[in-house]
């Protein structure tokens, strides 16, 4: 299959994927704060993940799978109804949360979740309910993020949202108590001495967990109060974190209409996942999807072949996405996390050759290139012995270029140290003014079992 066929295949079956964009609870908000945009379809399906009553409030979560197609827009809303009117809230694709507040107390409500793809609004999920009379909390969402920049840039960053209804004055004071089991733990709350505690101090606070370590657990979050006859637990929580996956993706050649990816992933844990590379232009629009096939473990001595993207437009910016899709056991849906992301270069107008000579003692290394807008700018050569399977540095050197008009060449002499070793030569490549690639040309290696 050529690559515009595989193109055409791999764009035919995203079209029938149902995806989440971030993880199970990375997009949730305040749900009168947030409008979905993505391309209506007839299997989009949504519904309540949960619905809470705070005393005469409402406090709910939705969820809704979105397809990758990105060619129109669509709009969701939560609309609680009762005999007199509707109130209404926006909200977005994946996760929400929101609170409906000011309701009459001990009354029935429908609770609709709905979306609008042109042509009119379409019921997803209904729930009924019965508000109450008298004071009340609730755990109303949580987001979960990385961190980034700073001093523990890519840790977890939580924010659980809570709503508290008390107009009588019942609670004198309301807090968060938070804590985690390990996923080896096999006790079924952890220990007394690793909870801590955050006050909640109005109708709606939101308690951030900064920092997290990234590893697989469980967060258990309680909701608190005191009241004039003792401590009340308004409302409990126990979620585990997203899977952690690693992985780096850098360019490791460029040319008119290639890119050369390297790419790297570890699949830790135990959750099953697939892992693609993917080709967007700027504008998001998807051109291409490869599977990486990720190692067993963190530690690993060989790299795997940097993956050709062909068939690019000449000097063309493009973006590369490293993605695990995963099945999330809380909700049975697919989920996407974008593990590595790189915005890439072709090359303008240039031809490149290269050749190999070798004698008893040493390597002879020859490069040409007729070079109109300047974008070859360099060429180096590294030599390592080989200790024990470990490249232990040998020496190294810039190579020098001969430059007659648009036409550049070098010729690079290299002698061979005693087996085993590697040794790696290197052109760099100018995409544009900013954009520099160092483009491996040879990659020798002699004596190693």
């Not at 979905?36 to 709910?60: K, M, N, Q």
């Not at 429908?110 to 997803?124: A, M």
Request: glycine share 8%; aromatic share 12%.
């Amino acid at each position: 299959m050529d690559y515009q066929e595989r193109k055409a295949a791999r764009l035919a079956s995203l079209k029938r994927q149902m995806v989440v964009k971030w993880l199970a609870g990375a997009a949730v908000a305040l749900a009168a704060t947030v409008v979905a945009a993505f391309s209506p379809a007839a299997s989009v399906e949504g519904r309540f993940v949960s619905v809470a009553v705070v005393g005469s409030d409402l406090a709910y979560e939705t969820f809704v799978d979105a397809p990758l197609d990105d060619s129109g827009d669509a709009d969701l809303r939560v609309v609680v109804h009762d005999q007199f009117e509707d109130r209404i809230q926006l909200i977005g694709a994946g996760m929400s949360s929101g609170v409906f507040t000011g309701l009459a107390a001990e009354t029935d409500y429908r609770l609709t979740l709905e979306l609008n793809s042109g042509f009119g609004w379409r019921i997803l999920a209904r729930e009924n309910v019965t508000t109450a009379d008298g004071p009340g909390g609730a755990i109303v969402g949580y987001r979960a993020g990385v961190a980034e920049g700073g001093m523990y840039e890519g840790l977890w960053d939580y924010a659980v949202t809570v709503h508290v209804s008390d107009p009588l004055g019942t609670y004198e004071s309301v807090w968060l108590r938070y804590s985690f089991l390990y996923d080896y733990e096999t006790v079924s709350e952890p220990p007394v001495d690793r909870w801590l505690s955050a006050p909640i101090v109005g109708s709606d606070a939101t308690v951030e967990l900064n920092d997290q370590w990234r590893e697989p657990l469980d967060w258990y979050w309680i909701l608190e109060a005191e009241t004039a006859d003792g401590v009340v637990e308004l409302d409990r929580r126990v979620v585990a974190t997203p899977p952690v996956f690693y992985g780096s993706l850098y360019v490791a050649d460029s040319g008119m209409d290639y890119v050369d990816a390297s790419v790297h992933v570890y699949l830790g844990g135990s959750v099953d996942a697939v892992f693609f590379l993917r080709v967007h232009t700027l504008e998001g629009t998807l051109l291409d999807e490869i599977q990486i096939q990720p190692f067993a473990t963190e530690i690993h001595s060989e790299s795997p072949l940097p993956i050709r993207l062909d068939g690019l437009h000449k000097e063309t910016e493009y973006r590369l996405d490293l993605v695990a899709s995963y099945v999330d056991s809380a909700f049975g849906t697919t989920v996407e996390q974008l593990i590595a992301s790189q915005n890439v270069w072709t090359m303008p107008t240039f031809s490149e050759r290269y050749t190999i000579d070798e004698d008893d003692s040493s390597f002879i290394f020859r490069g040409s290139f007729d070079d109109p807008n300047g974008a070859i700018v360099g060429a180096s050569y590294y030599v390592y012995r080989i200790v024990d399977g470990q490249l232990q540095y040998e020496t190294s050197g810039q190579i020098a270029f001969d430059v007659d008009g648009d036409a550049k060449s070098f010729q690079q002499i290299v002698a061979k140290p005693t087996e085993p070793y590697r040794i790696h030569v290197y052109v760099s490549k100018r995409p544009k003014a900013d954009t520099v690639y160092s483009c491996m040309i040879a990659d020798i290696v002699r004596g190693a079992e």
